[in-house]
T-cell receptor
Framework: GENVEQHPSTLSVQEGDSAVIKCTYS??????FPWYKQELGKGPQLIID?????GEKKDQRIAVTLNKTAKHFSLHITETQPEDSAVYFC???????????FGRGTSLIVHP | GAVVSQHPSRVICKSGTSVKIECRSL??????MFWYRQFPKKSLMLMAT?????????EQGVEKDKFLINHASLTLSTLTVTSAHPEDSSFYIC????????????FGQGTRLTVV
């Protein structure tokens, strides 16, 4: 089955800095890669996703890049703000069945 | 994005009792719903996949008689933790996938279950 590795497990940055979270996946058949933000005591919220026919996608301060050859994808947050502090999960899935495999999560802390 | 409502957000129950958690898709029809369990500072562990009108598919190691899942309509799935024990205490989260061709699944707010 699919295996998703996510790094780092904890990321601490100063407000205004950029944050990068990286994930790798094992199954070349995976073609959908969502990113979720989970605040304490809440369910994950989809923040951005990318499909395998695209190499990069951007939405305001967040962007995701995908390298299919290397089987890795990354989340980039620019101009971080304290409210960006949360746990971020990457995931990978294939086809329309959408049973995603999640990474272990990254706890992002943005210091004001 | 679409809205998935999960209820209750928190529940405390006594050992040996059963607890029902509801997951509703508010503005779309969900042919498939997923139930996850999350331990503190850990990732989401898929427990089961439920499809409307059919039996749920449980992941290996998940007891189907202990975690009863019902997906009776396109907007509602329920998870019942039967004969709860303290080790069942956890954060349970549902997600629902749109009936259409969309790939995305949307998550509920989660339910914090504490068994005393």
């Amino acid at each position: 089955g699919e295996n998703v590795e996510q790094h780092p497990s904890t990321l601490s940055v100063q407000e205004g800095d950029s944050a990068v979270i990286k994930c790798t996946y094992s199954d070349s058949a995976s073609n959908y890669f969502p990113w979720y933000k989970q605040e304490l005591g809440k369910g994950p919220q989809l923040i951005i996703d990318i499909r395998s026919n695209v190499g990069e996608k951007k939405d305001q301060r967040i962007a995701v890049t995908l390298n299919k050859t290397a089987k890795h994808f990354s989340l980039h947050i620019t101009e971080t703000q304290p409210e960006d502090s949360a746990v971020y999960f990457c995931a990978a899935s294939m086809g329309g069945s959408y049973i995603p495999t999640f990474g272990r999560g990254t706890s992002l802390i943005v210091h004001p | 994005g679409a809205v998935v409502s999960q209820h209750p957000s928190r529940v405390i129950c006594k050992s040996g009792t059963s607890v029902k958690i509801e997951c509703r898709s508010l503005d779309f029809q969900a042919t498939t719903m997923f139930w996850y369990r999350q331990f503190p500072k850990k990732s989401l562990m898929l427990m089961a996949t439920s499809n409307e009108g059919s039996k749920a598919t449980y992941e290996q190691g998940v007891e189907k008689d202990k975690f009863l899942i019902n997906h009776a309509s396109l907007t509602l799935s329920t998870l019942t933790v039967t004969s709860a024990h303290p080790e069942d205490s956890s954060f349970y989260i549902c997600s629902a996938r749109d009936q259409g061709a969309r790939t995305e699944a949307f998550f509920g707010q989660g339910t914090r279950l504490t068994v005393v």
